[in-house]
Structure formats: structure tokens, C-alpha cells
T-cell receptor
């Protein structure tokens, strides 16, 4: 069975600072994908970044990067230069070999960016 | 380009009533899924489909029914609503490879 663990219930960061959101995962699949989604107070799920298990380079998307440590089964999201608009819930999710129709999500964590 | 469209956005039901949450996508995606999100929880998979005529159960399927008669549509039916089904429901579609997963805007359902 696949499992995603996000242990930080909430974090506070000052605007323009960098922040790391933790995610650990458990799977027996050899091929899998890891996702991070942002959910603002309006409720929609916004895709941020994706890392495939065979990708040798850490994924980057603008201010977002994924610190992928396969041996430790961690996939932490790093947000550089936080902005007020980054305040939201953040979810880590995993897709196993079954395909992208079946994602397993963590419980999420709330990020608050202070001015 | 509409993407994934869910209707209704908000709905209040009485216990025992039935209803259908509609999901439509215009991207010709084979894979579609329904998730529910409860307070303090991540999304949990209810049912999914890998193509027209093919559906399967996810993690929390009880009380829900699905069918996939066309590629575009994947309705979720609540046969006899219960207060435990009060939740936010998300529909998603994808090509099945890579990171191309699109979510609808969500449907807020309250069962009283």
C-alpha cells in the first residue's frame, strides 16, 4: 500500500524568505510519481510540481523546487522567496504504477506567509 | 478550453435523498477519477475509470455509484445520502502518463 506522510500541521514564514515543506512516502512500486498541489482558500487544486521516480534531476518550476531523496523516501517542496499569495494548504501526493487515475494524498499542511 | 467541469458547485441534500454530481472533460482524456476531501484530510479516491465502460473502486467507494458511458463524462451518484457524505468532491482527468492531471473546481455537498 502507498502512503504519504506530512507531519507539519502548519508553518509561518516571513515574506521573501525560503520555506521547506516536508513529505515522506512509502511504496513498494519501482516506478512512481510525486506531486505537490496548492489549495488556496477558494478551494481549487493547483498543480505545482512533479517528480518521477526515475528522474535523476530534482524538479524545478519557477520558485518551486522538489528536493527528492529517493533513499530516504522524501520529496520536500522548497519555495524560494515566499510571497503573500503563497499562503494556502499544500498537499503532497503519489501516483503508483497503477497510473495517474489513482493518487494517494497526504493530509496537507497550512502555510502562512506574513508581511 | 473548459478543462474539467463539475456541477453543481454547491448542494444541500436531506438524508436519504439521491443525487448525481456531474463531471465532464473536453480534453479526450481516458482516465477520470472522483475524490472526496474531508476537513483536515487530503483527497481520498472514491472511484476511477481508465476508459469508457471501465470503472473500479478506490479507497472509499461505499455509498457511491459511477458509470462511464462516454469518454467525456463521469457522473458520481449518491444513492441514499448520509451526513457522513458531507464533503467536498473533486473530479480529475488525465492522459494516464506523466504529470498531466487536471482537477475540477470542486463540489461542496452538505447532507442534513
Amino acid at each position: 500500500a502507498q502512503k504519504i506522510t506530512q507531519t507539519q500541521p502548519g508553518m509561518f514564514v516571513q515574506e521573501k524568505e525560503a520555506v521547506t515543506l516536508d513529505c515522506t512516502y512509502d511504496t513498494s512500486d519501482q516506478s512512481y510519481g510525486l506531486f505537490w498541489y496548492k489549495q488556496p482558500s477558494s478551494g481549487e487544486m493547483i498543480f505545482l510540481i512533479y517528480q518521477g521516480s526515475y528522474d535523476e534531476q530534482n524538479a524545478t518550476e519557477g520558485r518551486y523546487s522538489l528536493n527528492f531523496q529517493k533513499a530516504r523516501k522524501s520529496a520536500n517542496l522548497v519555495i524560494s522567496a515566499s510571497q503573500l499569495g503563497d499562503s494556502a494548504m499544500y498537499f503532497c501526493a503519489m501516483r503508483g504504477q497503477g497510473g495517474s487515475e489513482k493518487l494517494v494524498f497526504g493530509k496537507g499542511m497550512k502555510l502562512t506567509v506574513n508581511p | 478550453n473548459a478543462g474539467v467541469t463539475q456541477t453543481p458547485k454547491f448542494q444541500v441534500l436531506k438524508t436519504g435523498q439521491s443525487m448525481t454530481l456531474q463531471c465532464a472533460q473536453d480534453m479526450n482524456h481516458e482516465y477520470m477519477s472522483w475524490y472526496r476531501q474531508d476537513p483536515g484530510m487530503g483527497l481520498r479516491l472514491i472511484h476511477y475509470s481508465v476508459g469508457a465502460g471501465i470503472t473500479d473502486q478506490g479507497e472509499v467507494p461505499n455509498g457511491y455509484n459511477v458509470s462511464r458511458s462516454t469518454t467525456e463524462d463521469f457522473p458520481l451518484r449518491l444513492l441514499s445520502a448520509a451526513p457522513s457524505q458531507t464533503s467536498v468532491y473533486f473530479c480529475a482527468s488525465s492522459t494516464g502518463i506523466g504529470n498531466t492531471i487536471y482537477f475540477g473546481e470542486g463540489s461542496w455537498l452538505t447532507v442534513v
